[in-house]
């Protein structure tokens, strides 16, 4: 498992820049660079009223499955990230489209 950090303050899962879900998804199959990946499981958090009653019960995760489609990727292996540590950036960001993996590393 991955250790993750995560630096897009205004998503949903984000607890103390670390993520509170089970798993991610990076997305981006062609990737060559950072800017062609993406957090596919991002989800904004919005100040509505509605978003005040949803809530991410879970508390943050340290260590999480990362699923990554970046097949270019040097810690792909088999669709699974095997970096020890990883990094997802984008804060400010209101789709998974503006998130990236800053770890990403090319094996091209």
């Not at 508390?59 to 095997?82: S, W, Y």
């Not at 789709?95 to 091209?108: K, P, R, V, W, Y």
């Given at each position: 498992?991955?250790?993750?950090?995560?630096?897009?303050?205004?998503?949903?899962?984000?607890?103390?820049?670390?993520?509170?879900?089970?798993?991610i998804?990076?997305?981006?199959?062609?990737?060559?660079?950072?800017?062609?990946?993406?957090?596919g499981?991002?989800?904004?958090?919005?100040?509505?009223?509605?978003?005040?009653?949803?809530?991410?019960?879970?508390?943050?995760?340290?260590?999480?499955?990362?699923?990554?489609?970046?097949?270019?990727?040097?810690?792909?292996?088999?669709?699974?990230?095997?970096?020890?540590e990883?990094?997802?950036?984008?804060?400010?960001?209101?789709?998974?489209?503006?998130?990236?993996?800053?770890?990403?590393?090319?094996?091209?």
């Open positions: 498992m991955t250790v993750l950090n995560c630096s897009v303050k205004n998503c949903y899962y984000n607890k103390n820049s670390k993520c509170c879900r089970d798993g998804s990076v997305g981006g199959t062609d990737a060559t660079i950072k800017d062609a990946t993406y957090c499981d991002f989800k904004e958090k919005k100040d509505s009223v509605t978003a005040k009653s949803e809530h991410c019960d879970c508390g943050p995760e340290t260590r999480l499955d990362v699923r990554c489609d970046a097949v270019r990727c040097t810690f792909n292996d088999n669709c699974k990230c095997h970096a020890k990883i990094t997802v950036d984008g804060n400010g960001a209101t789709h998974q489209s503006q998130t990236e993996c800053g770890s990403f590393e090319c094996n091209c």
